[in-house]
């Protein structure tokens, strides 16, 4: 594997983990276990920067003149990181909603 599909993988990988910790965050917090859900959340949240970040060292190589092949992988990546993204921002409204249900 070379180094372009390691980052594609590095991208697909940290995604999936922050989109399962934002609806695990989700479920935690439908439970009333408001700081597990916080916590879930956190934890989804340094999983996207470590994305971003692979997707960073991408952006950068080719603004430096590095022409990479846009692959269905590629795209299945970015594809990944955005829905990733998308659901953890409803995730922290959802999760906030509970725990106002929760402490009333």
Avoid at 29 to 41: D, M
Avoid at 46 to 53: M, T
């Amino acid at each position: 594997m070379d180094e372009y599909q390691e980052i594609i993988m590095e991208i697909i990988t940290n995604s999936g983990v922050a989109k399962s910790k934002a609806m695990e965050a989700i479920r935690l917090a439908q439970n009333g276990q408001a700081e597990q859900a916080e916590s879930c959340l956190q934890e989804g949240k340094d999983e996207l920067v470590k994305a971003h970040k692979a997707q960073t060292r991408l952006i950068q190589s080719e603004a430096s003149g590095t022409a990479y092949e846009i692959t269905l992988l590629m795209i299945h990546a970015q594809d990944h990181l955005m829905s990733a993204i998308t659901i953890r921002d409803l995730a922290e409204h959802v999760v906030e909603l509970y725990n106002r249900l929760n402490r009333q």
